[in-house]
């Protein structure tokens, strides 16, 4: 008897799983169902450099059918509920779908209304965010007005989607006001609930040395409580504050809506609990999860979704075989680090191990948590490879899903390095 | 990681203050813990946040994220300052005798 695979979500995660089934399993074994509200696709790392005018918004956006192999069939319409009790899901035009195995990947959304103040007067005017087309698209128009002043960029609160993207942000701002000429007119502020530049100890360590080389103030372990627009201030919790004249502000992230509408999928934050190496949910067996929908302790990041999806397709073919699950997922991460000027770091790592310095993939490769052209250039030719690559299911020749150690350097760890 | 001495019962505290071995956390505790914290006296409200961290933690295999404990715990992220003005995750995590909230990756 044929079985039903319904996707939620149209992204990186659900459209390359959607793909890799098809390959595995022919129309007469699996129809594969993938449920999205619109039909933009969101290339979304090409979104940090719309501000900069290094790119634009409308071409960073493609049709989502479009991205999807024959014989899988593309649902728009938005998603009421998941009834986990009758395996179906209810969409918001009435109609019910059932399904053998339901795949979430509805990704990340933000949520700038849970910030008191974030979307009163001041936003889109003097308070921006560069995580949606829109609000990058809006923040370049001020950037090109803008001709000193004070620019903070802050993190409301963890997790975020591509936690490196403000840092990245912060180089590209210092590159940018330098190449208009006016660097010295300008104040660059970061601010951040984290205790230091980053998550991880040694990567911490180099960001915050690169930030101090290219003159952006680091402020750590503020927690925004509220955006003052129209005063120009971020007011922590604690009473503490940090003035602007420009804010570019990552808001809150929350999984999807229809998460918290459906009993027993989601946690307090709408995320789905999930097996950090199966990716099967704790709320179901035939439901699993992958992407930023899941609460897995891993970035939230495409990388971490292209990673996964070897696995968790491997796993809905075994569940569906009644076969044990392929516990392999280990947390691997890889993301390039724009750093302005032509340049970008690249830093790899899983749940173990943290990014560490050395040669990616093996000791001849690209250069690890150091600066380099070859990265800038890795990192522009990636949106080609996501289009046609990636979405599609293919493997890159010499990059597994499981982390490479060959080319990294633990011995270095302990050293603090500045090049 | 260093051995302290609490309520006269040895324990180990990792770098950041953290117990290493929430099994070695008793009740007993909690008031020596906060004063270490600058908590001198501890309300009702902190209590409520303390046995809320402990039992997600045992519950969930980590603590909750202040953001979290806004959501879940009954208390507010505003009243959660003004009680741990440190930090609520953090400083009750300290004091619920747990590993630190693994919110940030």
Known sequence: ?419 | MSTSTIANIDVELNNEGFFVDPDQWTVDMVSELALREGIEELTDAHWQVIRFMRSEYLAKGTGPTVRVLGKTSGVSIKELYQLFPKGPAKVAAKIAGIPKPRGCI
């Open chain 1, 1 to 419: 008897m044929v079985k039903r695979v319904v996707i939620l979500g149209g992204g990186t995660g659900g459209t390359l799983t959607a793909n890799r089934l098809r390959r595995v399993y022919s129309d007469t074994e699996i129809e594969i169902a993938v449920i999205d509200q619109d039909d933009c696709h969101v290339y979304q790392p090409g979104l940090l450099f719309v501000p900069f005018g290094l790119a634009h918004a409308e071409d960073i956006v493609r049709p989502r059918g479009r991205q999807f192999h024959h014989g899988i069939d593309y649902v728009k319409s938005a998603i009421d509920h998941v009834d986990l009790e009758t395996n179906s899901v209810q969409l918001t035009d009435g109609s019910t779908l059932g399904y053998d195995v339901l795949v979430i990947a509805s990704g990340a959304v933000l949520v700038p209304e849970e910030t008191d103040g974030l979307v009163g007067p001041g936003w889109m005017e003097k308070v921006f965010t560069f995580y949606s087309p829109e609000g990058a698209a809006a923040l370049g128009a001020a950037l090109s007005r803008f001709d000193g002043g004070r620019l903070v960029v802050n993190v409301v609160d963890m997790p975020i989607k591509c936690p490196v993207a403000p840092l990245e942000f912060c180089f590209l701002a210092d590159w940018y006001f330098c190449e208009r000429g006016i660097r010295d007119e300008v104040q660059l502020t970061y601010v951040t609930p984290l205790d230091g530049a980053f998550t991880k100890p040694i990567a911490s360590q180099r960001l915050a040395g690169m930030l101090a080389d290219k003159r952006v103030e680091l402020v750590t372990e503020f927690n925004t409580g509220e955006v003052d627009g129209k005063g120009g201030r971020l007011i922590a919790y604690d009473g503490r504050e940090v003035g602007f004249d420009l804010a570019v502000v990552i808001p809150l992230h929350s999984g999807a809506a229809y998460v918290g509408r459906s009993p027993g999928l989601g946690d307090s934050l709408n995320f789905v609990p999930t097996d950090e190496h199966t990716l099967q949910s704790h709320a179901a067996p035939n439901v699993f999860v992958i992407g930023d929908a899941a609460n897995v302790p891993a970035s939230k990041a495409g990388s971490v979704t292209h990673f996964e999806g070897e696995v968790l397709v491997e796993n809905v073919r075994r569940y569906l075989a009644g076969e044990s699950l392929d516990a392999s997922f280990d947390g691997h991460t890889n993301c390039f680090i724009e750093t302005g000027f032509h340049k970008a770091l690249l830093i790899d790592f899983d749940y173990e191990t943290e990014p560490l310095p050395g040669h990616y993939p093996s000791s001849v490769g690209l250069p690890l948590l150091a600066e380099s052209r070859l990265n800038h250039l890795g990192k522009l030719m990636f949106e080609s490879f996501y289009w046609h690559g990636l979405l599609p299911g293919r493997d890159i020749p010499g990059i597994s899903s499981a982390m490479p150690t060959a080319g990294k350097r633990p011995a270095a760890a302990n050293v603090s390095r500045k090049d």
